[in-house]
């Protein structure tokens, strides 16, 4: 036993002095950086790496996309919505009105469908409202709806598909 304690204990000196340099160069280390976080406690760690994750820049991306002057729109709605047209080099602005019979999604994302009656068929077309294609959006009038698809209108004809007209909003 006693070979043993002797064998631990007999160290080269030359390893010795470079294990304490190598302490004392992490303990300086470690104490720089102390010296740096507490200086600047404010930073958060993204600001000094300068990269921000995947997450926060499609956050960021979608913020700048987002249209700002859309009004308030819910099913039941009769909106006229301006879509752009691109016919060769050409562009001009087509409106088509008709009721929303349903929203989905939201953010950059959000959709809604508009119902028309054209040449006594049921045209439905599917808006996204941020996209670039949707020149304006414009409600013409409320709806008094209770339900939150109006897919019921689908099965109605004529007069049966009106909407109740609401005041109050």
Do not use: C, W
């Amino acid at each position: 036993m006693a070979t043993e304690s002797t064998d631990n204990q007999a160290v080269n000196p030359a390893e010795q002095g470079s294990e304490e340099a190598s302490v004392t160069e992490t303990k300086t280390a470690e104490a720089s950086t102390a010296t740096a976080v507490q200086a600047k406690p404010s930073t958060s760690v993204k600001a000094t790496t300068g990269k921000l994750s995947a997450h926060d820049l499609i956050r960021a991306f979608e913020a700048e996309q987002l249209k700002d002057e859309l009004p308030e729109i819910y099913v039941g709605d009769t909106v006229k919505v301006g879509v752009r047209i691109r016919e060769g080099n050409k562009e001009r602005v087509q409106p088509y009105e008709g009721v929303v019979i349903a929203k989905r999604h939201g953010g950059l994302n959000e959709t809604i469908t508009v119902r028309r009656i054209f040449q006594g068929i049921g045209v439905e077309r599917v808006f996204m409202l941020h996209s670039p294609q949707v020149a304006s959006v414009k409600v013409e009038r409320r709806g008094k709806v209770r339900r939150a698809k109006l897919f019921y209108l689908r099965d109605r004809v004529g007069k049966a598909t009106r909407v109740k007209q609401r005041f109050d909003r």
